[in-house]
Each structure stands twice: as structure tokens, then as C-alpha cells.
């Protein structure tokens, strides 16, 4: 898997997801800055990681979706080429209108830093191959804008489309609006593109990868890339 993972001014997750990327795949990804127009050649995912692009100015991704790199990410995703945005990279990706709905304040108007429960609710993509159908998980989120929010029919065609890839839940697996860290619709935590080959989601796997550092569970996204795209 040759991976290139986008560097914004204001960026801060970049190296974990980078280490992640590298543990699962056994490659190093490469760092790509914002400035630049082209991803290097080969480069079968793009990761948009998480962070405050541009002090999160105007609105979280709102800046950084216009970078220069973002059109050769446009054309990559455009070819059927996969690109995951975690946390502000989901931001991003939603003001770059590469996957639907935005990224509204948390309902509490608070920046929430804790672990989360997930439920995954489609296990046929590439990002998500590794997880059982409707698996609990356990991974952080640490956002202020993480209440994703789309019309209702929107949420029923993602819905009807098998594109929500996770859901806010309880440890137990129920989807309470008490479970959601942000009052997200629906405890949407995580949705594709019309193609599947694009992921925004608000939790972090990257900060889930090590048992020695509290758990696994989101390994198993960058082992299933990692073997997709093998
Ligand atoms: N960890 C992150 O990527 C944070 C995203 C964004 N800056 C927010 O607070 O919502």
C-alpha cells in the first residue's frame, strides 16, 4: 500500500496516522505538503488527518479544502482512488464536498476529548473489511465540530446506500443520543462517498492501535487498507 498522508498548516495527527499506516502496512507512508499539486506516483490512498488547518479559521476545513493539493486529491478520489479524512481531514473533506453533509459545533458548544463506543455498520469496503458486522468498537474522539449534520434526505439515501461506516453507540451497542459525544445525526460517527472509496469520519483508529496505549480496535481499519490495497 503506498500511501501519502497531506500536511496542512496546523495539522497534528499527521505522524500517528503515519505510524499506524506503517505498522499495518509495513511501509512508510509519505508526507505530502498542502502547497504542492501532485500526489507521488502510485499513491493508492490519501490520508487527511487530524488537526486545526489554518487555526481552524472561518470553519474547521474551510481553508484547507481550497489548498492547492486538494484538487490532485479530488482527481485521485475521482479515479476510484481511496482517501480517508479523520477528524479535521472528515472536516475537510466535507467542505470539499468529497463526501455529504458538515461538520457543525458539538452540541455542548464544548471541544470533547474522551474515548467513544462505535458501532460499524457496513463491513464490505476497504476500510472496514477486517471489523464483524455491527461490531462494537472503542477509539477517541477529540473535536469541537464533530455534529455532522445533512437533510433527511440525505441520511436516507446514506442510509439506503450502505454509506453510514459508523455510528455513535454504548458499550453495550445501543445508539442512544445519550452515547453521541456531539449530537450528531442519526450518531452518524463516520460516511463514505457514492463510491465507498472515500471516508470522512470524526473518531480517531490511529489513537487505537496499541494495546499498551489502551486498545486495538482501530488497527484493524489500517490492517484492512492494508490488505485491500496490498
Ligand atoms: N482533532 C481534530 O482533528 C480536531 C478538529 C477540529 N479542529 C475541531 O476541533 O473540531
Known sequence: MKAAVVVF????????IALALER?????????WHGDTELPAGTDLVVLPGGFS????????????LSPVMRAVKDHAARGGYVIGVCNGFQILAEAQLVPGVL????SLKFVCRDVHLKVEATDTAFTAGY??????RV????????????????N????????????????????????????????????????NVLGMMPHPENMT?????????????????????
Open 157 to 196: 439515501r446514506l442510509e439506503g446506500e450502505g454509506r453510514v461506516a459508523f455510528r455513535y453507540c454504548d458499550e453495550a451497542g445501543e445508539v442512544t443520543a445519550a452515547a453521541s459525544p456531539n449530537g450528531a445525526s442519526r450518531n452518524i460517527a463516520g460516511v463514505f462517498n457514492d463510491r465507498r
Open 140 to 155: 477517541p474522539v477529540a473535536h469541537a465540530e464533530g455534529n455532522y449534520f445533512a437533510d433527511d434526505e440525505t441520511l
Open 210 to 230: 496499541e494495546a499498551v496505549v489502551g486498545g486495538t480496535d482501530g488497527a484493524l481499519l489500517f490492517d484492512s487498507l492494508a490488505k485491500a490495497l496490498a
Open 54 to 65: 489554518y487555526g481552524d479559521y472561518l470553519r474547521c476545513g474551510a481553508m484547507a479544502s
Open 132 to 137: 464483524r458486522p455491527g461490531q462494537v468498537i
Open 9 to 16: 498548516p496546523g495539522s497534528n495527527r499527521e505522524r500517528d
Open 104 to 107: 457543525m459545533r458539538n452540541a
Open 24 to 32: 499495518a502496512s509495513y511501509t512508510k507512508p509519505a508526507y505530502v
